[in-house]
């Protein structure tokens, strides 16, 4: 089996990241958005004996994880949604696909460059995950977890805007289609789906299992049901994991293969 970094597209498309000089306004946004808040807690929360707020290790936490699991799963989408699209506009998709790589090999190479740069943008977390460990916040273990579910979440993501960036001739009509399928995903389909279930729901055993269906699947709900204990003891909480990772597995292999017909389509 052959290793999925030894890719030339991959490590093309790593050198072309590293050499653009304003990526660290990003980094610094990723950063300060966390300290900013984390701040703020301190500054609103701190008693008058000087000692911090029992609860302050679970807010920077909860700031961490949440804010940090949005932004990535927004950001791996929009950085993967010009991979392809912009080959195109740059008249160097030719090239691309006429080399002796394989169509796959190429959707591949793409969609780990762009994952890469969020993974890194994701490691910029962990300090603040730390200082909420110390102060009292969740186990490290399952700071840990929900870490790593919110780069599988963004992992999807990208994954489905690289398909739709091999479907687009245009970067700007991949973004905004790009951008109407995660409205689609988070806003409509849950909305949709609890009203449709509200009008048949049956008790409370039902209740639960239509509930893991209509919100489980969501980039961030993983993560609520680690910091909430099981959602607060509510029965079949566990299935929220099976839902969201095959959710989410589900749309990374679509998206691939979207992205691998698109490059297959481009005939020279």
Not at 9 to 30: G, K
Not at 57 to 66: D, L
């Amino acid at each position: 089996m052959k290793n999925p970094f030894d890719n030339p597209v991959y490590w093309l498309d790593s050198r072309t990241r590293v050499r653009e000089r304003r990526l660290w306004v990003l980094a610094a946004f990723f950063l300060a958005v966390p300290l900013a808040i984390s701040l703020l807690l301190l500054v609103t929360l701190v008693k008058p004996d000087d000692s911090p707020f029992p609860g302050i290790g679970m807010m920077i936490a909860g700031v961490a994880i949440y804010s940090h699991g949005a932004l990535l799963a927004l950001l791996s989408a929009l950085g993967a949604a010009q991979r392809i699209s912009q080959e195109r506009e740059r008249r160097t998709l030719p090239a691309l696909v006429n080399s002796p790589l394989e169509a796959r090999r190429i959707a591949d190479g793409k969609l780990l460059g762009a994952w890469r740069f969020t993974a890194w943008l994701a490691c910029l977390t962990l300090p603040f995950l730390a200082v909420a460990t110390l102060w009292g916040g969740l186990s490290a273990g399952r700071l840990l977890a929900a870490w790593a579910l919110n780069l599988a979440a963004a992992f999807a993501t990208a994954s489905l805007a690289l398909g739709l960036s091999g479907l687009f001739g245009r970067s700007l009509s991949a973004y905004l289609a790009t951008g109407a399928a995660l409205f689609l995903w988070c806003a409509v389909v849950p909305v949709v789906a609890l009203i449709a279930f509200q009008s048949s729901m049956a008790g409370s055993v039902s209740e639960a299992i239509g509930l893991s269906f209509i919100a489980y699947h969501l980039p961030l709900a993983p993560q609520v049901w680690l910091f909430t204990g099981g959602f607060d003891g509510q029965p079949f909480g566990w299935v929220v994991f099976p839902v969201a990772l095959g959710t989410w597995t589900v749309i990374a292999v679509l998206g691939r293969a979207l992205a691998v017909r698109g490059l297959r389509r481009e005939v020279y």
